[in-house]
């Protein structure tokens, strides 16, 4: 099993989420977070004083899959959320030891 | 006594009344966001310290008697002999209408000083501050004013709202307080940004419907004076947000949210002690005035390096000497029973701008004298360490916006 951690546009957010359901993904979590990376701040002006302000806002989204699933799924978000612009995000794969499904104590695939 | 009038006039000090919560989110949401309840505390508390130094003592000394044009008596201490009738006072409105609509302009004046220390003063330090300030700079100024004092019997200086009685002398006050505070920490150095601008702009607009009531009211009765503060309120108000934001596109590319809510106040304050004196062309040269000139004035802080945090001497010092200055020249006789300069009464505005020279020296020292007081003794600023947390967990235990519930 994987964790597929995407940092995404904010307004890719909808897109995603309905290509990852044809992929057969069963659900998701989605957070506003912010974060710097290559792409540059940008500058916010208050009454006349101008700020750099360096972080971005993103949207970080989680997705738990099966092995089998997961090169699909990296797939669809990397095409989904690609405009070819810089500031377009990151996904991270991280190796999952076991999933819990907190009502029913299914354990690992079943509680996928 | 006139029922129309009596009418007005309680609704007037209403919406007088209305313009603290108003003022109160309109710096709340340009603090921080750790600081937002302590912001909003700060000008809600005003309405509980100045009802109490106002009913005991604070209205006598403005409006009963006079002693050598400088203060009144204590006669009316306490409220005693406000009543159901106008016999104290030669206005159209019961007594206790009077006190009514007089006693929340005392409370709005020492709340527009919060903005300038926001995020780092002292709960206590602040409560004890407007109390004593109320007592002995807000009434004596009310008094020499309006109260039949030598700034308005004698010097023959006018103001129709409050350029000088309210905003001139919170704005200075303000600018001494800021002095003795100093700045927050990372002023200048980190990125200090309003956490919730659609809080600013309600606020603002409170502010502005309050401000019929502020201004229109000032005519102590329903009236062709109300009708006429009611149009120049709102003209110059209107223009001085458009005139704002053009500067703001002009030098930095782009309008903001921000300073159109803050040109809508700066024209709300420089009409104000104009509002029953001048017509509606003067209005819009005040407004425009106040647009640009407050605009421009911001900058003033930083080369300062004054922290004053929220604007409050560019927009109500500056919109302030704006308005009764300008006075001083659009004032028209068929409309307030004044001249000014442009209307063949020179002297009128040297009366205006001697009237602000003292308003400012009196309000400074003795607003400086206090702060000064109240630092050697309990201190102004909250530890470095409160201020850094925030002051609405350090100094309330609360906070305003929780993750979940």
Known sequence: MKLIVAYINPFKLDEIRDALKETGVTGLSAGNVQGFGRQAGHTETYRGAEYEVDFVPKVRIEVLVDDTLAPNVISTIEQTARTGSIGDGKIAVLPVEDVIRIRTGERGRDAL | MDTGDTAWILTSAALVLFMTPGLALFYGGMVRSKN?????????????????????????????????????????????????????????????????????????????????????????????????????????????????????????????????????????AALA??????????????????????????????????????????????SGAAANAFLTTQIAAAVAATCWVIA????????????????????????????????????????AAAGFLCFWALRLKFRFNFDDSLDVVAVHLVGGIIGAVLLGLFAEERIGGVNGLFFGAPEQLLRQIASVVITMVFSFVVSYVIALILKATIGLRVSEQEERSGLDLSLHEEQGWVLAD
């Open chain 2, 177 to 222: 307080l800021v002095i003795a505070l100093g700045p927050r920490i990372g002023f200048r150095r980190e990125v200090i940004r309003p956490h919730s601008l659609p809080l600013t702009v309600l606020g603002a607009g409170m502010l502005w419907f309050g401000w019929f009531g502020f201004n229109a009211g000032s005519a102590l009765g329903a």
């Open chain 2, 248 to 287: 703001e596109a002009v030098t930095h590319g782009k309008p903001t949210t921000l300073g159109f809510a803050s040109g809508a106040v700066a024209g709300l304050v420089a009409i104000t002690p104009a509002s029953g004196f001048v017509g509606p062309l003067s209005a819009v040269v005040i407004g």
């Open chain 2, 36 to 172: 937002v309840l302590a912001m909003l505390m700060k000008n809600y508390v005003a309405i509980g310290v100045v009802t109490i130094t106002w009913v005991t003592v604070g209205f006598s000394l403005a409006f009963s008697g006079d002693v050598g044009g400088v203060i009144g008596d204590l006669n009316l201490w306490g409220l005693r002999d406000i009543g159901l009738e106008n016999t104290l006072f030669e206005h159209t409105v019961p007594d206790s209408a009077f006190a009514m609509f007089q006693f929340m302009f005392a409370i709005i004046t020492p709340a527009l000083i919060a903005g300038a220390v926001a995020e780092r003063i002292k709960f206590s330090a602040w409560a004890i501050f407007i109390a004593v300030w109320s007592i002995l700079v807000y009434a004596p100024l009310a008094h020499w004013v309006w109260g039949g004092g030598f700034i308005g019997a004698d010097l023959q200086a006018i103001d129709f709202a409050g350029g000088l009685v309210v905003h001139i002398n919170a704005g200075i």
